[in-house]
């Protein structure tokens, strides 16, 4: 196994343990969860929009830039 194998699976058991805790301890309220919900339908559609567009932005600058970047760096070595 290589480090990043093992690095990937000590935070995937991080998580898990976190989430268990989250949900098992505190135990959200129903309340809590429809306030939550309340806010997030409350937003208007252009706060979705510039998310989306912010979302979009990254993700085109991942592949044009960053994974072309890391390929070129990579056949170097």
């Known amino acids: 196994m290589e480090v990043r194998d093992l690095f990937d699976v000590v935070l995937v058991v991080c998580v898990a343990i976190l989430l268990y805790v989250e949900v098992s301890v505190t135990q959200p309220s129903l309340r809590d969860l429809s306030l939550i919900v309340e806010v997030l339908t ?7 929009l510039v998310f989306a567009g912010i979302l979009g932005l ?20």
Not at 58 to 77: A, D, E, H
């Open 42 to 48: 409350g937003l208007s559609v252009a706060v979705y």
């Open 58 to 77: 990254l993700f085109v600058f991942v592949i044009t830039v960053y994974i072309p970047q890391k390929q070129s760096q990579r056949t170097t070595r």
